[in-house]
């Protein structure tokens, strides 16, 4: 009996225009075998940030013992989570923790936040939303596991001491960045984003995915 849930491809597609953080490697890709040069099928190397697109942090980004994306536990990135819309206050721009209410979070596990109504992957913007402080405080309290975002980072842009990271990380709450929300409604879904096991990574790329909750 075939699954008709339906699918919302969350991930942002990787290609040579898709935006790096500044100062990172971008996607790039070079082709060691083509079928159109007598070579009996294709095969490519690419080489990019592994921050690149939709990804996984793992603790090594931001603790020098931390676990690596290998040694990370994937039940965090599979599961029942909830898109929550929400717009950045201040400069730089967080999520206020005012916003998290009870209502907001009962009964979620994982939260996924839209802070914007388009996304575009091509383009980098330093004055993105990010979670904020006050806001991963809000998230460990309610016993949030994982916090995914729809920007590049959970902290800002200019921020070196990734307060955000550290405060959801102690919570130990899982995180995934540069998720593309825009064309999913509020809700509670089924996500399915599970990191490579890359030994020694400091992160992973995700094919994410949600998938409508079954009836």
Excluded at 116 to 130: C, I, K, N
């Amino acid at each position: 009996m075939s699954d008709a849930r339906r699918i919302w491809d969350i991930s942002e597609p990787i290609e040579a225009s898709t935006a790096a953080f500044p100062g990172d490697t971008p996607f790039s890709q070079e082709w060691v075998l083509r079928m159109d040069r007598g070579h009996s099928c294709n095969v490519s190397t690419i080489r990019m940030s592994v921050h690149v697109g939709s990804h996984a942090d793992s603790p090594l980004h931001y603790d020098e013992n931390g676990l690596d994306s290998a040694s990370s536990p994937l039940a965090p990135y599979l599961g029942r989570c909830r898109v929550v819309e929400v717009r950045g206050e201040g400069s730089p721009r967080v999520i206020p923790a005012a916003a998290l209410t009870p209502e907001v979070l009962s009964g979620a596990t994982r939260v996924l936040f839209r802070t914007a109504t388009g996304h575009d992957h091509r383009r980098f913007d330093d004055g993105f939303t990010a979670v904020g402080p006050d806001a991963a405080r809000a998230l460990v309290a309610a016993g949030v596991r994982l916090v995914g975002i729809d920007t590049p980072s959970v902290d800002h842009a200019a921020s070196k001491d990734l307060q955000s990271h550290h405060v959801l990380y102690a919570g130990g709450v899982s995180l995934l960045e540069n998720l593309d929300l825009s064309a999913v409604p509020e809700g509670d879904y089924e996500l399915i984003a599970l990191p490579l096991r890359i030994v020694g990574g400091d992160a992973s790329p995700v094919r994410a995915i949600l998938r409508e909750l079954p009836r």
